[in-house]
DNA sequence: ATGTTTTCTAAGCCATCGCTTAGTTATATT
DNA sequence: AATATAACTAAGCGATGGCTTAGAAAACAT
C-alpha cells in the first residue's frame, strides 16, 4: 500500500480559510497559502484540484465555522431578539486575532458580484438565501403572520447583516453596537 | 517645444474608474486598463505614476461622480427625507449598464481593510468621514437636538448605506427599496 | 527484503503581472 | 528647414501568478 498523507485536510483548509477571509480571492497567492497551510503546492493540487477548488472548500469550511451560531440562533425561542443575538455574535472576535474581522461570504459576494465564476457565486447565493429563511422563521415564532412583511423584514436584517460585515472590518465596537440596536429598534 | 497628449487625462481617468468599480483593483490588470482607457502603458505610467497613482485618481473620480447626489443631499431643506433620497439615488443606475453596481469607495473599503496600504485606505476613511458629516448636519436640520443621538443616527445610516452598496449589487430592485424603506422607517 | 503505491520535496513550466526602455513621431520654437 | 522637447509605439524587463513534473521517501502487502 500507500504513503499516508502527513496532514489532515481539514486542518489545513481552516488555515487557507483565514488567509482567504483575511485578504480576498485574488490577493491570496498559491504561495502564501502553501506556507500558511505548511504542505507544499503539490500536496495543495492533489489534495483539491485548483486555487478555487481550495476556495469552495474554505467557504465551506467557514459556513462550518459558523455553524454554532447558526443552531444557537435556530434552537431560540425569542423571536426576533434570537436574530439580534445572531449580530451580536458575529461581530464578537476572538480576541486574539486569530481570526480577521468581517465575514467571509460578504467579502466574497463582493469580490465575485461582477465576476463569470458562477461555482463561486452560487455557494454565496445558497448561503445567504439559507440564513434570510431562516430570519423568516424566527420572526414567524416572533408572532409576526403577515407573508409580505416576514419577507420584506427578512430582507431588510439580511442586507443590515451585510452592512454589519462590512462596517465590522472597520468601525468601532460602539458604533457597531449602536448599530444593531438601531437596526432592531422597533421589531 | 514638445508634442501634446493625444488623450484627455480626466477621460482615460474616467474609464479606468469603472474597470476599477466593475473589477477591484487586484482583478484589473494594467493590460486591462491600457486597453479600456484607449492608451499605452506608456503613457499610463507617465501620467499617473503607478497603478496605484491611477487608482487614487479613479476613486477621486469617482467621488466627483458622485458630486451632483451630494450636491443634491446638501442643499436638500427636508432633513432625514433627503438622505432618504440620496439612498435611492445611489441605486438608481443608468440603465444602459455604463456603470456597474454598487459603490467603488465601498468595494475599496471591503478589499483594502486589511491590507498595509495607508494611502488608499486613507483616501477611502476621509469620503466616508464627510458623509457621515453630512448626514449630521443633515439630521440636525430636521430638528434632532440630542448630540448622541446626531452620531447614533448618522452612524447607523453610514452602516446602512454600506450595507446597501453590498446589496445593490445582487439584490432586486424591489428588495433595495424595501431595504431603504425599512431604514428609514421611524426617522 | 522486495515490490507497489501514494505522498513528499523541490525544481521548473508557461502566462501574466507591474513597470521600463529604445526608438519613432508629432509639435513648437528658432 | 533645423532643432529641441515631449508623447507616441512596441518590445521587453525581472518577478510572480497558477499549476506540473521528476524523483526521493514512506507506508503497507507479499
Known amino acids: 500500500m500507500a504513503r499516508k498523507k502527513e496532514y489532515i485536510e481539514e486542518e489545513v483548509i481552516e488555515k487557507a480559510m483565514v488567509l482567504f477571509w483575511r485578504n ?3 490577493a491570496t497567492s498559491v504561495r502564501m497559502l502553501e ?5 507544499n503546492q503539490f500536496s495543495i493540487y492533489s489534495s483539491f484540484g485548483s486555487k478555487q477548488g481550495l476556495f469552495l472548500k474554505s467557504i465551506h469550511c467557514y459556513e462550518g465555522y459558523l455553524q454554532g451560531m447558526i443552531e444557537k440562533l435556530r434552537n431560540s425561542t425569542n423571536g426576533v431578539e434570537g ?5 451580536y455574535d458575529s461581530i ?4 486574539d486575532c486569530s481570526t ?12 465575485f458580484a461582477n465576476s463569470e465564476d458562477k461555482l463561486i ?3 454565496v447565493i445558497l448561503f445567504t438565501t439559507a440564513i434570510k429563511e431562516l430570519f423568516i422563521e424566527k420572526l414567524r415564532e416572533g408572532g409576526e403572520e403577515d407573508e409580505e412583511l416576514l419577507i420584506k ?3 431588510y436584517l439580511l442586507i443590515a447583516k451585510q452592512g454589519l460585515s462590512v462596517a465590522a472590518k472597520v468601525a468601532s465596537e460602539k458604533e457597531l453596537s449602536d448599530y444593531i440596536e ?3 429598534r422597533d421589531f
Chains 1, 2 share one sequence.
Open 121 to 123: 457565486k452560487e455557494q
Open 182 to 184: 438601531m437596526t432592531f
Open 35 to 39: 506556507k500558511a497551510m505548511g504542505i
Open 83 to 87: 436574530i439580534k443575538t445572531f449580530f
Open 24 to 26: 480576498g480571492y485574488e
Open 100 to 111: 480577521p474581522k468581517g465575514c467571509l461570504v460578504t467579502n466574497t459576494l463582493n469580490e
Open 153 to 155: 423584514q427578512s430582507n
Open 92 to 95: 464578537n472576535t476572538p480576541s
